[in-house]
């Protein structure tokens, strides 16, 4: 246990500091993921079974998750969880919770340094999983990889520093203090487009708190849970703290988030299926001793505003990097241009000309910047949202598709109607609607004006405008001159308001704090 307790001690005295991004403009880097993505490659196809502490468990029933950009090449096969088999995970999880709960913080801690480690050393290689099977750029899948490695570090750390003492008021007489403990089983559900980063940072802040996990990835995405599973295993991570289950989001999600064991649920993903959720929590069940926590991201409608005071050259980058990065499907994604009608022409020519510049095709290839939309379902209700964009707006360019992968053009609406559906509903796709705005006040009453609250960004010269938009820019992560996606752990915990969410600020000092409990503990002297 020393021995443990040192190893932790001394990689936490080390700062924490965000895992850099690759650079594949250098020979050796592009070469490691090209020959990541042979080795994959040849590695597809593959059956995985659910995990059940830490047992292998087939199944006669599986699915097939495929390769967007190549519907007909099929990534993996996936055993299909029964509710019976979820409740054994539960029962699992909750078993092991009553150990797993005593042992030291430094120890939990570890076991995130450990995966952290490995991570880095595998790092094209699970990126290559991502690129196959989610359609991630390079560049997205590595920073898709940065981040997770990030999570990792950043929480092994904070979960140290809520160990030591905690600072509170001192009264003579009495000995005081307060603790935090953990919670119980969770259940988590994360989102198929940071398969890695956001599935290992809710899954490892749940168990380095001291919580056991039944982990439920999306069935568009379980490759990289799976194979962040097997990296668990291999530092050693007692069997029954993470449970794997594969499935559909029907019958296990309502199980897990039904069952009275469940302690909490920490999901990623659409506004219905987090409301969907967050009802259902709100029931209490027949022998159920608490009250459920709900950590939500439940996406957004974001807004990237400029004034006529703003770097323009700057501001057009800034808004197609926010709007068709990982093909629109971030719930950060800038899918509304907002500009104020003094250089509206000017940004959207200069929006348009970058646009039609975007290669889109394979990701395998190393100079593709889109790739597909994540399936079928996908694509269909992105070409649904243009044909009504059709109507609401001015096509200046994209709306077109091909195949036989998932593929969708960069797509921009012009003097688009700020009520439009295509500015108010969450399309996740490469669809970009443009407004034109009055002057600043019209433009911030613009994008205050949906149901979501997420991410927004400014471009402006103006320092009145940017204190005016610090207190009433409606949203959870704020920026100015520069894109509204890309929030590095640390650096800008994330999460919005309103619909988008309960605000849990991932990757910030308070996140950890909702998966564990405060307990003040008293004795006269």
Request: net charge negative.
């Amino acid at each position: 246990m020393a021995t443990t307790f040192k190893r932790a001690v001394s990689h936490a005295q080390q700062p924490f500091v965000n895992e850099p991004l690759t650079d594949f403009s250098k020979e050796e880097n592009k070469r490691a993921q090209a020959e990541a993505l042979e080795q994959v490659k040849s590695e597809l196809g593959r059956t995985y079974p659910l995990i059940i502490g830490g047992k292998q468990i087939e199944s006669e029933h599986t699915f097939a998750s495929v390769n967007p950009s190549q519907p007909n090449q099929i990534i993996g096969h996936f055993a299909r969880a029964t509710e019976e088999q979820t409740k054994e995970a539960i029962t699992t999880a909750a078993t092991t919770f009553e150990t797993w709960k005593r042992v030291p913080a430094e120890e939990r801690a570890n076991y995130l340094f450990a995966a952290a480690d490995i991570m880095r050393q595998r790092r094209f290689y699970l990126a290559a999983w991502m690129i196959y099977e989610v359609g991630k750029s390079w560049s997205e899948a590595d920073g898709d990889m940065a981040e997770a490695i990030d999570f990792l570090e950043f929480y092994a750390r904070e979960i140290l520093r809520l160990a030591e003492e905690q600072p509170i008021v001192r009264m003579e007489g009495e000995d005081n203090q307060l603790v935090y403990i953990p919670l119980g089983v969770c259940a988590v559900i994360p989102p198929w487009n940071f398969p890695c980063a956001i599935m290992a940072g809710m899954t490892c802040a749940a168990l380095v708190a001291g919580n056991t996990v039944v982990l439920k990835p999306a069935s568009t995405a379980p490759t990289i849970a799976a194979q962040f599973m097997h990296i668990l295993q291999e530092v050693g991570l007692p069997a029954g703290v993470v449970n794997f289950l594969t499935g559909s989001g029907s019958v296990i999600g309502d199980t897990l988030v039904d069952d009275a064991r469940v302690r909490f649920i920490a999901f990623t993903g659409s506004r219905d299926v987090g409301l969907r959720i967050y009802e259902r929590a709100a029931k209490r069940q027949q022998g159920q001793r608490w009250l459920k926590r709900s950590i939500l991201e439940m996406g957004g409608k974001d807004a990237v505003v400029v004034d006529e005071t703003a770097d323009l050259d700057a501001a057009a980058t800034g808004i197609v990097s926010s709007a068709f990065g990982f093909q629109g499907q971030k719930c950060s994604a800038g899918s509304r241009a907002i500009i104020v009608e003094q250089v509206y022409d000017q940004v959207l020519q200069k929006v348009t000309e970058k646009s039609r510049q975007l290669t889109v095709g394979d990701v395998t290839q190393p100079d593709v910047y889109m790739g597909p939309v994540i399936d079928e379902n996908a694509m269909k209700k992105v070409l649904e949202y243009i044909d009504i964009g059709k109507g609401e707006g001015r096509l200046v360019t994209g709306g077109g598709h091909h195949g036989p992968g998932y593929f969708i053009e960069p797509t921009i609406f012009a003097d688009v109607n700020p009520q439009a559906r295509i500015a108010q509903e969450e399309i996740f796709g490469p669809v970009l609607a443009v407004m034109k705005a009055k002057d600043f006040d019209d433009a911030l009453r613009i994008a205050n004006d949906t149901e979501y609250g997420l991410t927004g960004a400014l471009y402006s010269r103006d320092q009145q405008h940017i204190e005016r938009a610090k207190e009433e820019f409606h949203v959870g992560n704020l920026y100015f001159n520069r894109k509204c996606t890309g929030a590095l752990v640390g650096v800008h915990p994330f999460g919005g308001f309103n619909m988008s969410g309960t605000d849990s600020k991932a990757g910030g000092r308070d996140y950890l704090l909702l998966f564990i409990q405060a307990k003040t503990i008293s004795a006269k002297k």
